[in-house]
Nanobody
Framework: QVQLVESGGGLVQPGGSLRLSCAAS????????MGWYRQAPGKQRELVARITSGGSTNYADSVKGRFTISRDNAKNTVYLQMNSLKPEDTDVYYC????????????????WGQGTQVTVSS
């Protein structure tokens, strides 16, 4: 029904920058919240940043001042600009679309992308 396609991951040196993108497609009427999470092997998935359709944002303390989340509501796309990257930012990053309302549906759903690897290393 809904697909989230991520792009922009890769290998970068400490102090470098990357920009992640995630485009949602399907019979989408509205996506209230879009966000990015990350997960290391053997650890729980944790919130990196999220943004509402109105532009309100939340960030993990560890990325405040370095990462910026934004979205294009018309394109159902969310971005994560990551600056001053550190080795501890190395993880698989997952796009999330929450409180998604589909055409013809009465309820809200949540969807995940397939994940994109971000590696920060010299």
């Amino acid at each position: 029904q809904v697909q989230l396609v991520e792009s922009g991951g890769g290998l970068v040196q400490p102090g470098g920058s990357l920009r992640l993108s995630c485009a949602a497609s399907g019979s989408i009427l509205r996506i209230n919240v879009m966000g990015w999470y990350r997960q290391a092997p053997g650890k729980q998935r944790e919130l990196v940043a999220r943004i509402t359709s109105g532009g309100s944002t939340n960030y993990a303390d560890s990325v405040k001042g370095r990462f910026t989340i934004s979205r294009d509501n018309a394109k159902n796309t969310v971005y994560l600009q990551m600056n001053s990257l550190k080795p501890e930012d190395t993880d698989v990053y997952y796009c999330n679309a929450d409180q998604v309302l589909l055409y013809g549906s009465l309820g809200y759903n949540m969807y995940w992308g397939q994940g994109t690897q971000v590696t920060v290393s010299s």
